[in-house]
């Protein structure tokens, strides 16, 4: 049985609800994505004051290997990710369909 | 990818925590953190399907993402039949998962009865997986009153990250 093409776009969608550093998520992702040779997206929800993503990445993408990296959203702001339902949180909700439909649609 | 959270009360563990719904409303594979996660590589799967619905698509996306990750495969059979009963299907099952998976390490594991749970949750310290899979189930409010075997207890009580597709 030969590899199928499930694993088309070979991207992963980080989703942050924290901009804390070090920040153990991003972590996680950044460096799944380097052992699946995949690109990764990230999406960060933050109820503090913006800062660029990339300062939370000390050393920079090279030193997780991952291949590439483009963030969509900084900040969607003072929603908080949880307990909320989604329906009680529409503009997060709808952020996030919006994002997640673009990728499906990428396919 | 998205860290998980904690139901805060009883209404939400039925409902699902933001982490558990998104799982369930997107078509994208999601996995969920606990929160308490450290990366130390992906080596090992323990992949959750049910015996009596053996699905070809699911064991397919399960060969590319080992092959992928170069990770072993522990593959749990979960079987709504008492022990005997569905001897015949897990046969059939593990035959079937055996020729489907020539080049990639696995091992096969069933589990029967109603503590299926505490079971999964046996088998991911047993094995020392890094990851728990499964597919989405439907299982309306009424029956996760009832059985405590249900995509969101899954996701909330696992210790280690969940992918769902």
């Known amino acids: ?24 998520i991003l972590d996680y992702g950044l460096k799944l994505a380097a052992q699946m040779r995949f690109s ?14 990339m300062s939370l990445i000390p050393g920079g993408l090279s ?3 991952a291949r590439s990296m483009d963030v969509l959203a900084e900040q969607v702001s003072p929603i908080p990710l949880e307990p909320q339902l989604p329906r009680q949180n529409s503009k997060l909700w709808g952020k996030l369909q919006y994002e997640l439909g673009r990728e499906a649609n990428l396919e | ?8 009360h009883k209404l939400q563990e039925l409902l699902g925590t933001f982490d558990t719904r998104l799982a369930g409303a997107t078509d994208l594979p999601v996995l969920i953190l606990p929160a308490s996660t ?19 698509k699911a064991l397919k996306i ?32 593990r035959e079937n998962i055996q020729q ?15 503590q299926k749970l505490e079971e999964v949750k046996f088998l991911i310290e047993a094995t020392e997986a890094d990851w728990l899979v499964f597919e989405k189930k439907d299982r309306n409010l009424f029956d ?10 899954l996701i909330q009580e696992s210790p280690i990250p969940c992918l769902v597709f």
């Not at chain 1, 049985?1 to 920040?23: C, G, S, T, V, W």
């Not at chain 2, 080992?66 to 569905?86: D, H, P, T």
């Not at chain 2, 489907?100 to 109603?114: A, C, N």
Request: proline share 6%.
């Open chain 1, 63 to 65: 030193s997780f290997g």
């Open chain 2, 100 to 114: 489907e998976f020539p080049d990639v390490s696995l091992s096969l594991h069933k589990i029967y009865g109603e």
């Open chain 2, 62 to 93: 399960m060969y590319t993402l080992s092959k992928r990750l170069q990770a072993r495969l522990e593959v749990v059979m979960i079987s709504e039949e008492a022990i005997g009963q569905s001897e015949g299907d897990f046969l059939l099952v």
């Open chain 2, 1 to 8: 990818m998205l860290e998980g959270s904690d139901p805060k």
């Open chain 2, 38 to 56: 450290n990366w130390k590589g992906v080596n090992k799967l323990l992949y959750v399907m049910d015996a009596e619905d053996l699905n070809q």
């Open chain 1, 1 to 24: 049985m030969k590899p199928q093409p499930i694993l088309r776009k070979e991207k992963i969608f980080i989703l942050l609800d924290k901009a804390r550093k070090p920040n153990p």
């Open chain 2, 144 to 153: 996760r009153l009832f059985d405590d075997y249900h995509n969101h207890k």
């Open chain 1, 40 to 53: 990764a997206s990230l999406l960060a929800f933050k109820e503090e004051e913006p800062k660029p993503l």
